[in-house]
T-cell receptor
């Protein structure tokens, strides 16, 4: 079956603009994660969704970052008033259940000019 | 809390030589441990995982890793490197049974394979 997909694959934006990044998890996977990969910070956890439970937002770096997951499937990560330090690759992963293998998407490369 | 340390941000081996990538972890609970590989401009692919069963774990592409609790290590090895193994490798830890299963990653090791 299809893997985790993310769109767009690349996004270039100007400082101060808002961006939306999309993740389509593997069908049937109940858990969804967002991670960020940047030169300065490496790979870091951002947010986690599991079923209908309240998301774990402990990794979001500021209140400019938010995410939602509609209908237990597709997720959107929104960054408001982007800053240059937001430039990174944003990775989405999904898993079937909380302790199972996470499958990663190809990522969205965000460049903030 | 969990953390991972990968010693050596860059490792270079000759084709056919042993690959050894080092990972040490810290965890307040029995951990799950993972090795992921990332090829250029691609996402992460799971190589292998330790989830408290056998301490010697075999993965894809001939890689294996051994969980050593006494050394808090989970080093990745492959007997004979191939050119296609050139990539970045990430060790990660998670704490099973908690409210989340987020992965805590090491800083990565870039493996170069020389002909």
């Amino acid at each position: 079956g299809a893997g985790v997909s993310q769109s767009p694959s690349n996004k270039v934006t100007e400082k101060g603009k808002d961006v939306e990044l999309r993740c389509d998890p593997i069908s049937g996977h109940t858990a969804l994660y967002w991670y960020r990969q940047s030169l300065g910070q490496g790979l870091e956890f951002l947010i986690y969704f599991q079923g209908n439970s309240a998301p774990d937002k402990s990794g979001l770096p500021s209140d400019r970052f938010s995410a939602e997951r509609t209908g237990g499937s597709v997720s959107t990560l929104t960054i408001q008033r982007t800053q240059q330090e937001d430039s990174a690759v944003y990775l989405c992963a999904s898993s079937f259940g909380i302790d199972n293998e996470q499958f990663f998407g190809p990522g969205t490369r965000l460049t903030v000019l | 809390a969990q953390s991972v340390t990968q010693l050596g941000s860059h490792v270079s081996v000759s084709e056919g030589a042993l690959v050894l990538l080092r990972c040490n972890y810290s965890s307040s609970v029995p951990p799950y441990l993972f090795w992921y590989v990332q090829y250029p401009n691609q996402g992460l692919q799971l190589l292998l995982k330790y989830t408290s069963a056998a301490t010697l774990v075999k993965g894809i592409n001939g890689f294996e890793a051994e969980f050593k609790k006494s050394e808090t290590s989970f080093h990745l090895t492959k007997p004979s490197a191939h050119m296609s193994d050139a990539a970045e490798y990430f060790c990660a830890v998670s704490a099973p049974g908690g409210a989340t299963n987020k992965l805590i990653f090491g800083t990565g090791t870039l493996l170069a394979v020389q002909p």
